[in-house]
């Protein structure tokens, strides 16, 4: 066999791999779960309110992570974003995106075993391209 025939069968490989990968993605998008997930992601994007507590949190959370990395921040600014968090969440619009977003999460996890097995590792640890020790 020769090194272009070597090269030709490996390039053909990872070209099926890249289709069955692309295959995959087009696939995950076709899931009800995840049909689910773009309908409250865009609902939360749509709600003026939701749009409101989530850049009130969002500034809450800047402000701590300034205090904290200075030494400054409290218990009480703590709480202050613990509470904003809570609040944010706690809008029925919100709690139907994180529902859905967990449920997608955990479709994604169970596709990452799924890929893994073969692999002997971690898929999703091996492509996000962190060192460990294993």
């Known amino acids: 066999m020769s090194i272009e025939t070597d090269t030709s069968d490996a390039d ?7 289709d069955l990968a692309t295959e995959l993605g087009e696939a ?3 899931l009800p779960a995840y ?15 939701a749009q409101e507590k989530i850049t009130e949190f969002e500034q809450i ?19 202050e ?11 029925p619009v919100m709690e139907e995106y994180l529902q859905a977003k967990n ?13 893994s097995e073969p692999l002997a590792m971690d898929f999703s640890d091996a492509a996000s391209g962190c060192c460990q020790d294993e």
Not at 35 to 49: G, I, L, S
Not at 103 to 115: D, H
């Open 12 to 18: 053909a490989a990872e070209a099926t791999v890249d």
């Open 103 to 115: 449920e997608v999460e955990l479709k994604l996890q169970e596709l990452n075993e799924l890929v």
């Open 28 to 30: 995950i998008t076709e």
């Open 61 to 79: 959370r800047d402000e701590f992570m300034v205090a904290r990395q200075t030494g400054q921040a409290s218990q009480e600014d703590l709480k």
């Open 81 to 91: 974003l613990q509470a904003a968090q809570e609040e944010l969440h706690s809008l």
């Open 35 to 49: 049909e689910t997930f773009r309908e409250t992601k865009d609902a939360v994007e749509a709600d003026e309110e």
